[in-house]
């Protein structure tokens, strides 16, 4: 094993990707697992996440839980974190990377169920989260958690400002938690730019707005989920540790 794969080597750990049935998520699971993580794969869907999860069990050789929670409905989340546990004794990595943001014809369209339903599965449920994990980390002598944030929380525009705004609060939340579970838990922000998911479809389908929407960017192209993996690889393992409270963008060199 070569220097750079034992900074990454993830053997014997546990990691937990929300949203991990689809997109950015199951790109971060997949990647755990080839690094010799087992790893849960939380969304809403069971059967969309017993699929990644065979996949994965199939590619790696490594174990994979599937298991069903909305990430903002409170009352889930501790299920989810004694799932956890009761399947593996031990919980190393959270990736709270479960998210939405819906789309409405202008401001005066938002409601206040909407705005509810933004902040609770982008902000309140990462909190929440992350607290219950963190907690039992902390516990058993240590642990890594990284909110997958946006650009948006730092470039609001008018399409997405619940969404921004929550996102905004993830950020705050990361630097309190690091402070609060440190020293023996590591938080931090991966804060991601465009990328090709089913978020971004419609965008996708226009290539003028796609294109325009990428050319302030450095490198001038949208994402593949792919390339957001080795930035949560880093945050994840022992390659970041002496990393926490800090934001790392992959954004493709946001303007």
Known sequence: ?????????????????????RGL???????????????????????????????????????????????????ELPGLVDAVYDRFG???????????????????TVTERMFDAVLDLNLK?????????????AAAGGGTIVNVSSTGSLRPR????????AKAGLNAVTVGLAHALGPSV?????MCGPFATWATRGWQEDPEALA????PHALQRIGAPEEV?????????????YTSGATLRVDGGMP
């Open 25 to 75: 998520g199951r790109a971060m699971a997949f990647g755990a697992a080839r690094c010799g993580a087992d790893v849960v794969v939380a969304s809403r869907k069971y059967e969309a996440c017993v699929a990644v999860s065979e996949e994965i069990e199939r590619e790696t050789g490594r174990a994979a839980l599937p298991h069903a929670v909305h990430v903002g409905r409170w009352d």
């Open 90 to 108: 031990r919980l190393d990595a959270l990736v709270n990377n479960a998210g939405m943001s819906p789309v409405y014809d202008d401001l005066t």
């Open 1 to 21: 094993m070569g220097y750079a794969d034992e900074l990454f080597d993830l053997t014997g750990r546990v990691v937990v990707v929300t949203g991990g049935s």
């Open 229 to 241: 993996v080795g930035a949560a690889l880093y945050l994840v393992s022992d390659a970041s540790s």
């Open 186 to 190: 590591r938080v931090n922000t991966l």
């Open 125 to 137: 449920g990462p909190f929440r989260l992350s607290v219950l994990a963190g907690a039992r980390m």
């Open 212 to 215: 325009e929407g990428v050319r």
């Open 158 to 165: 008018p399409a997405i400002v619940p969404y921004a705004a």
